[in-house]
């Protein structure tokens, strides 16, 4: 393509003009490469309001259906937003907190959070005016100017108001802005004010400059470091030294522009007005107009970011950018073939297929032509003076002097090789001229005619090929050569001799080529793109850049180390050693440029100049704050759907492992070549590439992580921007040690406490055993005692005299009763069917004796119930015991189960002679429940009756 390209600017003369070439393409002038932004959200045409950038270059543009956040990449409108849209919004400002104040038209306040728009509303209420500004000082106060209740500010407990009670001189407050050195300082028809509220004090005080009355009308104010540029509608832009107490005029008004707004970075000033954009860069003493097209007057907002980007909210086209450092002067109809600029940097000389050109580079017009209709090929300016050797096609070599207008022409007749001149370089000791017949070398001699000392190199010199793309000389007179198919080549000082530099690419097309300071040789070749040679050390490195499919058309160095590189719908910015690079395309507007083969020319303030079809394109060198990687930043972290507060939230619980990150990189000049990659450590085996800005996580195991995000513009991921999120999931209590070691603590506890409850359940059943058999024993020897026998052989042998079968059935009721006391002598515990049996039987024996005497009457048993044996037998001989028992008075007793326990219950007829009361009875059995049970027994007594009550056992 460049061999097709440099073939057709040598044939010009000989073809007819492309047709576009005929048409003019528009207006002489310096014009703004101007970028549409074309965002799908803004579904009305006519509503946008105001321009906004956070600090983590996040843009929010008010529109009247609401506030739509927008990264460059994606956009959505922030939830509930439309209410702000609907009040109008008139400023903005981010608090230290992260909270985004929205302020509107009718006094309303809003706050945007986690994407969320809220309204504001402080117990004092909100202004009934409109808001003309929103500040926020060093102490997180937030300020609010309003156009006719003066000011108010919020110190994060209560609203506080500022007017002309205070002191303050108009309540309708045009602007306000911030200062460390003086606090508040607010403008108004009535000129400027200095306010402060510190420890709830109010303070007032006039500002008083020479150039500034007490009632002049101070619209906008913009402060930058030390300097407050400061608006007076009558006079123009003014700046105020705040340290020196000083003034200065920076924009004399005397075209009576209506000043919309206007901004301030370290390169860049920039005024808006009804008519044009004026932009002052440091290189430059005066401001230079842009003269698009766009009806300045319904630009409603506008940012300078650092970048040096100029944001334009424009009310019906939208969103729109100029980066300042690009600049394009058109030249309608011609095809720009080399650049070259005066001394003075004031004209800019053009060389075209049509003459010389020579543009004011204040205005963009054309203030002189030359050399009309010649094709002028190639400009070379002599150092420290306006001498310029201008190259054509078929009519030789010109030296032209600008200053005294001095042509001198030379042709083949003066000593040239040919008359069809390629390119045209040189230094302070020689001239170098490259034609279709090969290279000539001219010493230079000062303000003679003639050319001196010629030297020609061809292929006899070793010269490999004739056609030579570019030439670039070495201040120790060494020539560089690049060609058409035969490498780099180069030619020593005074040597007569072409020698080739690198075997490696004798075989490439060598397109373009500069030379740095510090030894180094770019070039573009074909097929393996751009590279450098280090000449000090004798070797070739390959640039890594995505550049191998982008043709370039030519390359310049900017600040000696950094290589531009320009083709047809791009510029690209390539740092070779930190591996940083941008191409600069449809972000930049440059979709139209059409550069012309090697027209590239670097100024001495380090202004590239690239000649294309229709116009020139201007780079300055701020161009290099565009050259970084993006500026990344959290937009959202969730766990389980609830947002994490950044900076305070990084510990969770072990069923809080459900994590969701929405992150950005901001580029917004590159915001189509923008990649990310991402790294959860502690999960992800290796980075995650990817285009979107968001990952999430599940089931994540306890432990600590960390996830990283990197993000580039060229594909080069070198860290330098990367963000890190740290956190912990914490693991559930039974997994933690301390949980560990009380679970241990608890085993060797309850181990103990199950070692020492058998010990002393082996010793209560023991005691139990040893009780028990003492118990059983005394009460068998109760029961066999002599008088026990001696009542009961008496009274079988009176039955025996009266009535012989019930003398048998009283011995047969002996026997059971004897045999079932050996039978239940050894358990601790019977069933109660089988005591209650057991109390039977020596009831009937008791019967035999006294038949009418003792009355039994049984009530519900339970049958699943366990009681100790003997226990009811004891407690019958106890009643017979203590009570009268005769056939008139019989001795009543009642036997029955009651809520657990087994009740029996006995009339009371007090025997009249005492009766000696060993208490052997009771207390045997209060004894044995003791170490039976928990439960005691309860004994209830009364004049009528005597209850004793037996806790039943279940098992």
Same mark, same amino acid.
């Given at each position: 393509m460049l061999k097709e390209q440099l073939k057709s600017k040598i044939s010009l003369l000989l073809i007819v003009q492309f047709c576009f070439l005929l048409t003019s393409q528009g207006q002489e002038g310096i014009k703004a490469v101007i970028t549409k932004h074309n965002l799908q959200s803004f579904t009305a045409r006519s509503g946008f309001q105001k321009l906004f950038i956070d600090h983590k270059g996040l843009m929010y543009i008010a529109s009247s259906e609401g506030i739509i956040l927008y990264n460059g990449i994606t956009e959505q409108f922030i939830k509930n937003s439309e209410a702000a849209g609907i009040h109008g919004v008139t400023s903005m400002v981010e608090d230290q907190?992260?909270?985004?104040?929205?302020?509107?038209?009718?006094?309303?306040?809003?706050?945007?959070?986690?994407?969320?728009?809220?309204?504001?509303?402080?117990?004092?209420?909100?202004? #009934?005016?409109?808001?003309? #500004?929103?500040?926020?000082?060093?102490?997180?106060?937030?300020?609010?100017?309003?156009?006719?209740?003066?000011?108010?500010?919020?110190?994060?407990?209560?609203?506080?108001?500022?007017?002309?009670?205070?002191?303050?001189?108009?309540?309708?407050?045009?602007?306000?802005?911030?200062?460390?050195?003086?606090?508040?300082i607010v403008s108004s028809d009535k000129g400027i004010q200095n306010i402060n509220f510190i420890k709830d004090a109010k303070q007032t005080k006039q500002v008083k400059l020479d150039c500034i009355g007490n009632q002049d009308i101070i619209q906008n104010m913009k402060l930058f470091g030390e300097n407050l540029y400061i608006d007076n509608l009558s006079t123009g832009i003014l700046e105020w030294n705040l340290q020196k107490n000083s003034c200065k005029m920076i924009w004399d008004n005397k075209n009576a522009e209506t000043i919309l707004a206007f901004r301030i970075s370290t390169e860049f000033q920039v005024v808006l007005t009804d008519v044009a954009i004026y932009v002052k860069s440091n290189e430059l003493s005066g401001f230079v107009p842009f003269n698009n097209k766009i009806e300045f007057s319904e630009i409603q907002s506008i940012f300078l970011d650092a970048k040096n980007t100029l944001w334009l909210l424009h009310k019906s086209k939208g969103l729109l950018s100029i980066n300042l450092p690009i600049s394009q002067y058109e030249v309608p109809g011609r095809t720009i073939q080399d650049i070259a600029l005066s001394q003075d940097g004031n004209r800019l000389l053009l060389c075209t297929d049509s003459g010389l050109k020579m543009i004011d580079v204040k205005s963009g017009k054309v203030i002189r032509s030359q050399f009309a209709n010649e094709n002028l090929t190639t400009i070379y300016p002599e150092p420290d003076n306006d001498v310029f050797w201008i190259g054509t096609y078929g009519g030789g070599l010109i030296r032209f002097n600008l200053n005294t207008g001095e042509v001198t022409r030379y042709k083949?007749?003066?000593?040239?090789?040919?008359?069809?001149?390629?390119?045209?370089?040189?230094?302070?000791?020689?001239?170098?001229?490259?034609?279709?017949?090969?290279?000539?070398?001219?010493?230079?001699?000062?303000?003679?005619?003639?050319?001196?000392?010629?030297?020609?190199?061809?292929?006899?010199?070793?010269?490999?090929?004739?056609?030579?793309?570019?030439?670039?000389?070495?201040?120790?007179?060494?020539?560089?050569?690049?060609?058409?198919?035969?490498?780099?080549?180069?030619?020593?000082?005074?040597?007569?001799?072409?020698?080739?530099?690198?075997?490696?690419?004798?075989?490439?097309?060598?397109?373009?080529?500069?030379?740095?300071?510090?030894?180094?040789?770019?070039?573009?070749?074909?097929?393996?793109?751009?590279?450098?040679?280090?000449?000090k050390r004798d070797s070739l490195i390959w640039i890594e850049a995505p550049v191998k499919n982008l043709e370039s058309d030519c390359i310049s160095l900017i600040n000696d180390s950094v290589l531009l590189t320009a083709g047809a719908g791009f510029l690209m910015l390539i740092n070779p050693k930190e591996k940083l690079s941008i191409t600069m395309d449809e972000e930049f507007g440059l979709t139209e440029m059409v550069p012309s083969l090697n027209a590239i020319y670097r100024d001495k303030n380090d202004n590239t100049w690239i000649g294309c079809k229709n116009a020139v394109i201007k780079v300055q060198p701020t161009i290099l704050t565009v050259l970084n990687q993006p500026q990344n930043s959290f937009s959202n972290i969730k766990v389980l759907n609830q947002f994490v507060r950044l900076g305070i939230d990084s510990v969770f619980e072990y069923n809080h492992n459900q994590i969701a990150f929405e992150f950005n990189a901001i580029h917004y000049l590159a915001s189509d070549h923008l990649d990310y990659r991402y790294f959860l450590k502690g999960y992800d085996k290796e980075w995650i590439y990817?285009?979107?800005?968001?990952?999430?996580?599940?089931?994540?195991?306890?432990?600590?992580?960390?996830?990283?995000?990197?993000?580039?513009?060229?594909?080069?991921?070198?860290?330098?921007?990367?963000?890190?999120?740290?956190?912990?999931?914490?693991?559930?209590?039974?997994?933690t040690w301390w949980f560990f070691g009380l679970l241990i603590i608890t085993g060797v506890t309850l181990v103990r406490f199950f070692i020492r409850s058998r010990e002393s359940a082996k010793a209560k059943e023991d005691e139990i055993k040893?009780?028990?058999?003492?118990?059983?024993?005394?009460?068998?020897?109760?029961?066999?005692?002599?008088?026990?026998?001696?009542?009961?052989?008496?009274?079988?042998?009176?039955?025996?005299?009266?009535?012989?079968?019930?003398?048998?059935?009283?011995?047969?009721?002996?026997?059971?009763?004897?045999?079932?006391?050996?039978?239940?002598?050894?358990?601790?515990?019977?069933?109660?069917?089988?005591?209650?049996?057991?109390?039977?039987?020596?009831?009937?024996?008791?019967?035999?004796?006294?038949?009418?005497?003792?009355?039994?009457?049984?009530?519900?048993?339970?049958?699943?119930?366990?009681?100790?044996?003997?226990?009811?037998?004891?407690?019958?001989?106890?009643?017979?015991?203590?009570?009268?028992?005769?056939?008139?008075?019989?001795?009543?007793?009642?036997?029955?189960?009651?809520?657990?326990?087994?009740?029996?219950?006995?009339?009371?007829?007090?025997?009249?002679?005492?009766?000696?009361?060993?208490?052997f009875g009771l207390e045997s059995i209060r004894l044995r429940y003791q170490l039976l049970t928990d439960k005691e027994i309860r004994i209830e007594e009364s004049d009528e009756k005597f209850s004793v009550e037996i806790p039943l056992i279940y098992k």
């Open positions: 907190q992260g909270i985004l104040w929205v302020a509107c038209e009718d006094g309303e306040l809003f706050k945007i959070y986690n994407k969320e728009l809220t309204r504001w509303l402080p117990q004092e209420g909100l202004p #009934k005016h409109k808001i003309s #500004k929103l500040v926020v000082d060093h102490s997180n106060q937030l300020w609010i100017a309003t156009k006719g209740e003066g000011v108010y500010v919020y110190n994060q407990k209560y609203l506080y108001h500022f007017g002309p009670e205070d002191g303050l001189i108009y309540s309708d407050v045009n602007d306000m802005v911030y200062s460390d050195r003086l606090g508040i083949q007749s003066d000593g040239l090789p040919d008359n069809n001149i390629l390119q045209v370089t040189g230094n302070h000791h020689y001239i170098w001229v490259t034609t279709l017949a090969g290279v000539m070398r001219i010493y230079v001699v000062h303000d003679e005619r003639k050319l001196n000392n010629i030297k020609t190199f061809t292929g006899d010199n070793g010269l490999p090929t004739n056609f030579i793309y570019q030439i670039v000389p070495e201040p120790s007179d060494r020539i560089w050569i690049g060609t058409d198919g035969k490498g780099i080549n180069y030619i020593d000082k005074d040597d007569p001799c072409v020698y080739l530099l690198d075997n490696s690419i004798r075989n490439h097309s060598i397109y373009n080529l500069d030379y740095s300071s510090n030894g180094l040789l770019y070039f573009n070749a074909s097929r393996e793109g751009l590279g450098y040679y280090d000449i990817s285009k979107e800005g968001n990952e999430s996580y599940s089931n994540l195991s306890p432990g600590t992580y960390q996830f990283i995000v990197q993000s580039s513009i060229n594909k080069y991921f070198d860290g330098r921007n990367q963000i890190v999120f740290s956190f912990e999931v914490r693991k559930p209590f039974w997994q040893r009780k028990t058999s003492a118990l059983e024993f005394e009460v068998l020897k109760s029961q066999v005692n002599p008088h026990f026998l001696f009542n009961s052989f008496n009274s079988v042998i009176s039955l025996i005299e009266d009535d012989k079968e019930k003398a048998i059935e009283f011995t047969e009721k002996l026997s059971d009763y004897f045999r079932n006391i050996l039978k239940y002598r050894d358990e601790h515990l019977i069933l109660l069917d089988e005591e209650v049996t057991i109390l039977m039987n020596y009831f009937d024996l008791l019967k035999l004796r006294h038949p009418d005497q003792i009355l039994l009457e049984k009530g519900l048993i339970q049958s699943n119930a366990w009681i100790a044996p003997m226990t009811l037998q004891l407690l019958m001989e106890n009643a017979i015991k203590h009570n009268e028992v005769t056939p008139h008075s019989p001795l009543k007793i009642w036997v029955y189960c009651d809520a657990g326990f087994l009740v029996f219950r006995n009339s009371i007829m007090r025997k009249r002679s005492n009766v000696d009361s060993t208490g």
